[in-house]
């Protein structure tokens, strides 16, 4: 195979677009992304953490949110930094399974989490009255507790089933890490029955949750109509502008990669897609929520503030 120290169970990793004629400049905006990631997810937790004034149901829930999110930045990029300045792209089977499993837990409890958040803006701005009761630190526990053990099971099941079917030929991955779809690719079996496991595993955690955001947010949307305080509208609206930016970003290029055929797109169109969900949208998912949001702005300043004295 061409790398030392490779057993025949090893995997290669062809890494991020391989066919760039500027690997370096391509790489340095990744490490520019990761960054980035890095520093407003830890930034952001540490503020929820720190401020007072941020401990809430909805500050705890996008706390989970940015800790998913540098571990989902994180279980691709490092791997992929580290084969490209060392030349090394093979990756073991069990490093492999691994890496899988970490990307899916981590993909999927984010999915379930933004469906929690929706849920959380929903009790938030449709039963105010009502919300510290439903949403009380017990709750919130529960549903950080739901939205990673889902993960981890659901991932399990996806994770099994890819890495046991039989590999023909070239065990060459067409992708920088260990992806569903770039798997699924190297198997010389029929994986016609796992394509419609796979469709109706997305159908569970994407469609549906996908629908009760929607759901959600129209009935947001509807309360906030009949709101006598401008003031009142303009927040609620903020707070759930950045919640649906977000869930576009994620939803859409979840569905595009898991709801359609493994066969009917490229794997360039793979790495686009996971290119957007696991880096681009922990990047942004920070800056989306903090830029818009006064009430992370003023933990910000105080924060610094304090640094400075």
């Given amino acids: 195979m061409g790398q030392k120290n490779e057993s025949s169970t090893d995997f290669i990793l062809l890494g991020l677009f391989p066919w760039f004629r500027h690997p370096h400049l391509l790489m340095l905006i990744i490490l520019l992304f990761y960054a980035i990631a890095l520093t407003g997810n830890s930034l952001l937790i540490l503020l929820i953490w720190l401020d007072s ?7 705890f829930l996008l706390s989970q949110l940015s800790l998913i999110d540098l571990a989902y930045i994180s279980s691709t990029v490092p791997k992929m930094v580290i084969n490209y300045f060392t030349g090394k792209k093979n990756i073991s089977y069990w490093a492999c399974a691994t890496q899988l499993f970490s990307f899916l837990t981590l993909g999927l409890a984010e999915c379930i989490l933004l469906t929690l958040m929706a849920c959380d803006r929903y009790v938030a701005v449709c039963k105010p009255l009502r919300y510290t009761v439903l949403m009380n630190p017990k709750v919130c526990l529960q549903m950080a507790a739901a939205a990673w053990i889902g993960g ?16 023909c030929g070239s065990r060459e991955i067409n992708h920088y890490f260990c992806e569903m779809p770039a798997i699924l690719r ?15 595993s997305t159908i569970v955690f994407l469609l549906v949750p996908f629908s009760l955001i929607l759901t959600s947010y129209t009935l947001i949307f509807l309360t906030v109509l009949q709101m006598n305080s401008r003031k009142g509208r303009n927040k609620a609206l903020a707070t759930c502008s950045s919640h649906l930016t977000v869930v576009s970003l994620y939803f859409g290029q979840a569905i595009f990669i898991y709801m359609t055929p493994t066969s009917s797109h490229t794997p360039d169109q793979d790495q686009i897609g996971t290119v957007l969900g696991t880096i681009v949208t922990p990047m942004l998912n920070p800056l989306i929520y903090s830029l818009r949001n006064k009430e992370v702005l003023g933990a910000l300043r105080r924060f610094t503030g304090r640094c400075c004295n």
Avoid: G, Q
């Fill in 53 to 59: 004034r941020l401990h809430t149901p909805m500050y």
């Fill in 152 to 167: 981890a099971l659901a991932a399990l099941v996806h994770t099994v089933y890819p890495m046991s079917f039989p590999m």
């Fill in 186 to 200: 190297l198997s010389c079996m029929d994986i016609s029955a796992y394509e419609m496991v796979k469709f109706v």
